[in-house]
């Protein structure tokens, strides 16, 4: 029974019934466009009877390409690149492609892991889509002829593609919005220094409050991680400061959630005692309370520019692999976590008000408990 079943599964008892030669089921199978629709439909008809499935390692290893995409991310728990993977999943599927899915942590180890996984599978292309990877790394996969694609850091170099997100855009009209809202000591929460995407996104909000004339305060650029936790940490920071801001802006929506989680905390009002504005608008930060306004860098736009990126490198006619660059736009999306500046002398002695009601409520609970 069981060599039966084996029997059923080979090639040879396919182009047996259905009445044609093992190189046309071969072809078929492979999609040469070439092989007559009426041999083609006898033979996916006895496929599908079958239940076949073609040997994909076995197929890869005679056509020299295994449909198989690499796609590296930072942190799968970041709900910023869920969205990415199944954006770049969808189109994978819808092109006959598989995806290769490793999350890197910033552990460098767990990233020299990942590029190995994808040599040893023998990956058409990688999408690196971590806004941080070592420069060892990426030598790693250009020797072995890999089409790669970058966000920001792509070297210029052939089989390598470029995505260049123009923070500029967004973290500008996050700026100018706040500033219509007469906030003028205006904060900074940053991702990690060690991240170029990171020092871009300070450089962009350092850059638009000068445009406008309002002074970038050194007390008032704080280094997060791009964590909840992060964020509440930098707003006790913030809190420390003689003269606080009224308005801040994160290197990501993580930090601002968390920097509002730590605010509700301490009885500031957002946005009548802080305006606070995200950036990357994951869908979370739609149903925050108040919603957060934030910069919007579409994470299925920027997975749709990585995969058609690999797709054209890997099936060009071109023998020569040349260097690609794209632009992924940002905009801002006011939503009601921003709102006008309130006076400061007002401000902080509401806010000490309502931390003093808060701390004789939890000392009741204390006490009653």
Not at 215 to 241: C, F, Q, W, Y
Not at 290 to 314: D, Y
Request: charged share 25%.
């Amino acid at each position: 029974m069981v060599e039966e079943f084996f029997r059923a599964m080979d090639i040879r008892e396919i182009a047996r019934r259905a009445k044609v030669s093992t190189a046309t089921v071969s072809r078929t199978i492979n999609g040469v466009p070439t092989v007559d629709p009426q041999l083609a439909k006898r033979v996916w008809k006895v496929v599908n009877e079958l239940g076949y499935y073609p040997n994909k390692q076995a197929r890869a290893l005679v056509s020299g390409r295994s449909r198989i995409f690499g796609l590296i991310v930072s942190e799968i728990t970041n709900p910023f690149f869920p969205e990415i993977v199944q954006s770049f999943e969808d189109l994978a599927v819808q092109h006959n492609y598989e995806i290769l899915l490793t999350s890197t942590v910033y552990d460098p180890k767990r990233m020299e892991l990942s590029v190995r996984r994808m040599i040893e599978r023998r990956v058409d292309g990688v999408a690196i889509l971590t806004f941080g990877m070592e420069d060892s790394l990426i030598e790693d996969l250009r020797f072995r002829n890999v089409p790669l694609v970058f966000v920001d850091v792509g070297p210029r170099m052939p089989g390598v593609s470029n995505i260049r997100v123009n923070y500029q855009e967004g973290i500008r009209e996050a700026v100018q919005h706040l500033a219509a809202f007469r906030h003028a000591r205006i904060a900074f929460v940053s991702g990690p220094v060690t991240l170029r995407s990171a020092l871009a996104r300070k450089a962009a909000f350092e850059q638009s409050m000068q445009e406008i004339g309002l002074n970038v305060a050194p007390e008032l650029i704080i280094e997060g991680d791009h964590t909840m936790k992060g964020g509440m940490r930098a707003l006790l920071e913030l809190l420390s400061v003689r003269q606080r801001p009224t308005g801040v802006l994160c290197s990501n929506d993580m930090t601002a959630i968390g920097l509002m989680r730590e605010a509700f905390d301490y009885g500031i009002r957002v946005p009548e005692d802080l305006s606070v504005v995200g950036f990357d608008d994951i869908r979370l930060a739609q149903f925050m309370i108040p919603p957060l306004t934030t910069v919007q860098m579409s994470q299925t736009e920027l997975a749709s520019l990585a995969f058609k990126a690999l797709l054209n490198h890997v099936e060009s006619d071109s023998s020569s692999l040349n260097h690609t660059e794209s632009v992924l736009h940002t905009t801002l999306v006011v939503r009601k976590s921003t709102g006008l500046a309130p006076s400061s002398v007002v401000a902080e002695k509401s806010i000490r008000s309502r931390r003093l009601v808060s701390k004789t409520a939890k000392l009741s609970e204390t006490s009653s408990g």
